[in-house]
């Protein structure tokens, strides 16, 4: 399942050395305005210490985390709904986004400048959530003036995707989100459709140093994930054998990186299961709510139509017993069927047909 977050935000917010540090690509992060031109993908292991205690028990040849994929996007000034500085290219590519996560500035350096010339993160965050709603606006207008002239053939159908568009308009054009907003869910199709960037699940990251107080930005409803980036470089630029010990000197469990990751794994509402031997033991990654047989499709997309069934069991019990064996002595595989959602943190073996 390949599922990518938009790193997002003004130019020289940090969106760049943070993509820089979460894939080790070292693509450009230079001090000027839309060095990033074409958007640079990158593919990140996501942390997963239930992975390494089940290795410990399966003992495998090879351990396969789950991923999640992050595209790093020019950067968005004012206008950019508008065509201002590469607004179209950006917003062509964050469309092409599951999710944003929304870089915000709030460190001092003389040497990076600002483009609106100060620090102020409240007035960046607006200035870039206002240009997705400009350009969702945008969107929804052209639609409404084509299916109000449609709608009158009586189609009911289109009739009622007219209902839906002069929902969202007015709600757009009070400066909300259509994330904020619900529908019914035969309106979801069309909503889908019309591809509207505010409806995209979206965190925000304030990139802070010292002297940043705990209180900016509070009051949103959206996660606000507090990283400093250049301290996230000296952990990233030590030998990996000291960067558990330098993280824990600081005070912290982990490092920002690995809290983004987590936080952005969950915003896309995905779960993992595993799989574990003495071949591999591998995270996989599934929507939530997903039933056993699309599990089993992430394996091998055959396994969806043969599926017959599935042992599971929950990761923590798969450790306390020691082996598979083990826990089928002990009553603790279940055998489910095609109807089982699977559940987080699940271990599972599919018998399939062939």
């Known amino acids: 399942m390949s599922l990518s977050i938009g790193i997002v935000g003004l130019p020289n917010v940090g969106k760049s050395t943070l993509f820089n540090l979460l894939t ?92 609106n010339g100060k ?22 207008e052209k639609r409404l003036d084509r299916l109000r002239r449609d709608a009158r053939s009586g189609d009911k159908e289109l009739k009622a995707n007219l209902v839906v568009l002069e929902k969202i308009y007015p709600h757009l054009s009070a400066g909300r989100a259509v994330r904020e907003m619900s529908f019914e869910e035969d309106e979801l199709p069309f909503v889908k459709s019309l591809s509207l960037l505010t409806i995209k699940p979206i965190l925000y990251l304030l990139n802070i140093d010292e002297a940043t107080p705990e209180d900016v930005l509070e009051g949103t409803n959206e996660e606000v994930i507090r990283i400093n980036v250049k301290l996230e470089e000296e952990i990233v630029n030590l030998p990996e054998e000291e960067q558990a010990e330098y993280i824990k000197e600081l005070g912290l469990s982990q490092s920002g990186l690995d809290r983004l990751i987590q936080s952005a794994y969950k915003l896309l509402g995905l779960d993992t299961f595993f799989t574990t031997g003495a071949d591999e033991t591998r995270a996989w990654t599934i929507k939530h709510g997903s039933k056993a047989p699309q599990a089993a499709g992430e394996i091998h997309t055959d396994f969806i139509k043969g599926f017959v069934r599935a042992e599971v069991i929950n990761w923590e019990k798969f450790i306390e017993c020691g082996s598979d064996a083990k826990a089928k002595e002990a009553g603790l595989m279940r055998i489910e069927g095609k109807e089982y959602v699977v559940q987080d943190g699940d271990v599972c073996n599919f018998l399939i047909n062939k």
């Open 24 to 115: 080790k690509k070292g693509v450009e992060a230079a001090n000027y305005p839309f060095c990033t031109i074409d958007p640079n993908v990158g593919v990140v292991k996501v942390p997963d210490t239930r992975l390494d205690k089940l290795a410990e028990v399966s003992k495998p040849k090879k351990i396969i985390p789950t991923t999640i994929e992050f595209v790093d996007i020019a950067g968005l000034v004012a206008g950019a709904s508008k065509g201002e500085g590469l607004g179209n290219q950006f917003l062509a590519h964050i469309r092409e986004c599951d999710a944003i996560c929304e870089v915000i500035r709030d460190f001092q350096d003389k040497n990076i400048i600002h483009v």
């Open 119 to 140: 620090i102020d993160p409240s007035g960046d965050k607006e200035t870039i959530n206002m240009e997705l709603i400009f350009a969702d606006l945008a969107t929804v």
